[in-house]
Nanobody, 126 residues
Framework: QVQLVESGGGSVQVGGSLRLSCVASGNTNGNKCMGWFRQAPGKEREGVAT???????RAADSVKGRFTISKDNAKNTLYLQMNSLKPEDTAMYYC????????????????????WGQGTQVTVSS
């Protein structure tokens, strides 16, 4: 089991920045592939950015150049730095974790991860 707790969401204006954090606990050694996903009202959950055990990043085209995913292994914390935010970035953002065998076979941005946090809301207004 892995427990994930996100924080850092909020309301910002267009062009603003936010940094999301996700603290992982439990069996983190067996579930080293992690990522950020988001779901806007009426839309399916989508992959935003993911990080595998080797540090390789996958990111959605819509966030490349604006969002950066990183991890502090000592703190078991995953981050998502979001810059140049747009109204279309408004969504509930979720942290997820899974074994890398499963995640890589599915595709890292596929939102079928086993473990999920409760989500943190990001709202971008113009």
């Amino acid at each position: 089991q892995v427990q994930l707790v996100e924080s850092g969401g909020g309301s910002v204006q267009v062009g603003g920045s936010l940094r999301l954090s996700c603290v992982a606990s439990g069996n983190t050694n067996g579930n080293k592939c992690m990522g950020w996903f988001r779901q806007a009202p009426g839309k399916e959950r989508e992959g935003v950015a993911t990080l595998d055990a080797g540090g390789s990043v996958r990111a959605a085209d819509s966030v490349k150049g604006r969002f950066t995913i990183s991890k502090d292994n000592a703190k078991n914390t995953l981050y998502l730095q979001m810059n140049s935010l747009k109204p279309e970035d408004t969504a509930m953002y979720y942290c997820a974790a899974d074994s890398c065998l499963a995640a890589v076979l599915r595709g890292m941005l596929d939102p079928s991860y086993r473990y999920w946090g409760q989500g943190t809301q990001v709202t971008v207004s113009s």
